[in-house]
């Protein structure tokens, strides 16, 4: 837990009422019906140990990815999986975009690893373009982080481009983190899975987290054909790290299939939707691929906003944004027309309007 610290990351909504949460990118219709009848199911099992190797988890996850079930790894969520990487890759020098999660370079940084940024512009749309390679030539790093799509702006990295710093990494032996964690609620980003098994390098994360509405139970899984990086990782985390109730929710949660179908069909309608309604309101709106919008507006908005139990992430803590900068979650239309409201009111009451 934390102690005594801010909390970086949106979801926090047990120190006052929140009636509606849009700083959290889970998905929009909550947790599978399926979901949560296994983890009732599951409660019976609770007292025994959790399996240590997520064995059915695991034989799910490779059925579903069509990757070996060697090649994968569970943890406790996907920060815990991103702190046993930093710690077992024994780099000294990272480079990361700005903005992105801010989990990549504490969990580096805390490893004993100095990170870089590469600066995404307003102006670009925070779009990672070429220019990231001269970049990374002359930071000469051990490792990349990426994330895809971004958080917070919902920017996917264009494919050739990612190919194309895939092989750089390949050709000069740096790791290359991609972290696909929204992909499943983005417009149908296509995953670089099938490109592990050629490249060693590659490391893959994902979870269930945002696509299946299970951040409480805490689950994420990486993938890479590194099985050297994953013993080593293993060692770095507790062996009953992934819970009973945690491991019942994945393996029914892979068989979702059509829960997904009908979010992303959901995003694709709410999505630009919202960021219409915010540009009406004189925001500038990032393009985005993925269940959530970044804005730019006025200082202190999400505290105005907080007071009338709504909560939005504020991103003055990301490297490359500062105060003014907002995400949002894609809801359903109900809750964002109730953003909406509340944020029109609160332009007009502050004399922005």
Partial sequence: MLYQTKNPHGGDV????????????????????????????????IHRYPDPYCRKLVRAISELEQVPENGILCGNGAAELIYAYCRSIGAKRAVELAPTFSEYSLASEQAGCAVSRYALSKEGNFVLDRDFLPFLDREKPDAVFLCSPNNPTGQTVPRQLLLEILSYCAERGIRLFVDECFADLSDRQESLKGEL??????????????????????????L???????????????????STPAQAAGIAALRER????????????????????????????????????????????????????????????????????????????????????????????????
């Fill in 258 to 353: 059509e829960f997904l179908e009908k979010t992303r069909r959901l995003i694709g309608i709410e999505r630009p939707w919202l960021k219409e309604q915010l540009e009406e309101l004189g925001f500038w709106v990032c393009p985005s691929q993925a269940n959530y919008l970044l804005f730019s507006g006025p200082e202190g908005l999400d505290a105005a906003l907080r007071k009338r139990g709504i909560a939005v992430r504020s991103c003055a803590n990301y490297h490359g944004l500062g105060t003014g900068w907002y995400r949002v979650a894609v809801r359903r239309r109900e809750e964002n027309e109730a953003l909406v409201q509340m944020l029109r009111e609160e332009r007009e009451r502050s004399g922005h309007g």
């Fill in 14 to 45: 047990y120190g006052e009422e929140i009636l509606l949460d849009f700083s959290a990118n889970t998905n929009p219709l909550g947790t599978p019906p399926g979901v949560l009848a296994a983890v009732e199911e599951s409660l019976k099992e």
């Fill in 197 to 222: 098994a050629d490249n060693p390098q590659l490391f893959l994360l994902k979870a269930f987290t945002k696509s299946y509405g299970m951040a409480g139970l805490r689950l994420g899984y990486c």
């Fill in 224 to 242: 890479t054909s590194d099985g050297e990086l994953l013993g080593n990782m293993a060692k770095a985390v507790q062996p009953w790290n992934v």
